[in-house]
């Protein structure tokens, strides 16, 4: 198949280089299924049957450097001579794995045959391989007729794809959902069969798929397909995946809930926008199992036996998450609502987000416009009144006192905006005293 893509003249002086050493230079993989797609909105991968230190010898002396990458997988990274542009080449390698289905192969030898480096790969819409100066696609698996069927199918048997490499399994899921296209019956079904293989996968690994999976119909552009995200999240319960990619979460659930986790109803994941996917997943996940978050939990979920937040981001999570449930358990007062909008005025957007697309607490969005109409602080740095005014009016008074009486007299002035002044708050600072002293 011929295909003339507008590439930058640097790749095509990097090709040239390599014709004038008897090498071939192909673009391989994404790019090339996405440009007979008819897109180009990924990085652009080279390879060839050079090695790493005979394009090291290739490229002295040219416009462009190299820096290896990896050795033992001849990956190296090559560089125009402004340093802006950077592609990443890879040697014709065939690979053995160890039993299991630990990602990394456990023995690589360099090869000159392209057919035997294209029979590593994972799926035949990845193992194309375009050669940049004759404009020739070359295709060992049908992997053009599949992208245009937009069908994921592996290169060879499923069984011997997935054996190698468990990951493949959640790379399929994710490459499915970005590119909205379906998966060879035979392959789902195989990687149901496999999908033990998951439990051989570092937990960093995970993470990348699984962030992927969540945010897939940002992937491309040119791609339209808005329940991207819910197909993937499906797939992975179809797979029965979720004991392998949530182990620490999985483990917490009784006998009733592992069962419950095959019948999830994505419905806040299903339209919600970028800013509150993680916690529209988190939150479909603990309300269809009926399933009370502790801080622990969200960072099972979330953390690095989930989908890899930092513990400053978990815990940021956990107050949203439980803001929410609060909201949809039922604020009985006015006067708890509006310490509750004070307490959570960090996050505020984020959970005023989730309430919309979940159609519930139309009454704390009227009553929060109301506090900012009387101008009630939300901060302390909002209080008419500092911690240096409580040294200079009351120099008596203990410093360890100073931080409760401030947060409670915030509280009050949540009840009583018209209390937010100076003078009126350092009147009722005494009152304030004698309950902190009283606790």
């Known amino acids: 198949m011929k295909l003339n893509l507008r590439l930058d003249d640097d790749l095509l002086a990097l090709a040239k280089i390599f014709k004038e050493h008897s090498r071939t230079l192909y673009i391989v993989g994404g790019y090339v299924r996405n440009a007979i797609m008819g897109f180009c909105e990924t990085d652009i991968d080279i390879c060839s049957n050079a090695k790493p230190e005979e394009v090291f010898l290739m490229l002295l002396n040219s416009p462009f450097s190299c820096k290896l990458v990896n050795r033992d997988l001849g ?5 125009n001579k402004e340093g802006s542009i950077e592609y990443e080449h890879t040697t014709f390698r065939a690979e053995i794995y160890a039993q299991g289905g630990t990602h990394s192969p456990e023995n690589v030898q360099f090869v000159d045959d392209i057919k035997l480096d294209a029979s590593r790969r994972d799926f035949s819409a990845n193992a194309l391989y375009y050669d940049i100066l004759s404009q020739e696609v070359l295709d060992f698996y049908g992997g053009i007729q599949d992208v245009q069927n937009s069908i994921l199918k592996t290169v060879e048997t499923p069984d011997i794809v997935f054996s190698r490499d468990g990951l493949r399994i959640l790379r399929m899921i994710r490459i499915s959902s970005e590119l909205n296209f379906n998966i060879d019956k035979d392959t789902f079904v195989c990687a149901k069969n496999l999908v033990a293989q998951l439990n051989d996968i570092s937990q960093e690994r995970f993470n990348k798929e699984i962030v992927a999976i969540l945010f897939a119909d940002y992937k491309y552009q040119s791609v339209c397909n808005p329940d991207a995200v819910i197909n993937g999240v499906k797939m992975l319960t179809d797979l029965g995946a979720w004991q392998f990619v949530l182990p620490r979460f999985y483990n917490e659930l009784n006998d009733t809930q592992k069962q419950q986790i095959n019948n999830i109803e994505w419905k806040l994941l299903a339209v919600a926008p970028p800013a509150l996917r993680i916690a529209s997943f988190t939150l479909d996940l603990l309300q269809s199992l009926n399933f009370t978050p502790t801080k622990q939990t969200i960072t099972n979920i979330l953390g690095i036996y989930g989908v890899m937040l930092n513990k400053k981001e978990c815990e940021r999570q956990f107050k949203i998450i439980s803001a929410f449930l609060k909201v949809k358990n039922g604020l009985s007062t006015e006067k708890e609502s509006r310490l509750f909008l004070q307490a959570n005025f960090e996050i ?27 101008k009630v602080p ?20 203990p410093k360890i006192y100073y931080s409760d009486i401030l947060n409670n007299l915030l509280k009050s002035c949540a009840i009583y905006p018209e209390l937010n002044t100076k003078d009126s708050l350092l009147f009722t600072v005494p009152d304030e005293l004698m309950r902190v002293n009283t606790k």
């Open 378 to 397: 939300f901060s302390l740095k909002e209080l008419a009144i500092t911690g240096q005014d409580l040294i200079e009016i009351y120099p008596e008074l």
């Open 75 to 79: 990956t190296l990274h090559i560089y």
């Open 348 to 374: 505020l957007n984020e959970l005023f987000g989730l309430l919309k697309i979940a159609n519930i607490g139309q009454n704390l969005f009227k009553l929060y416009d109301l506090m900012l109409l009387d």
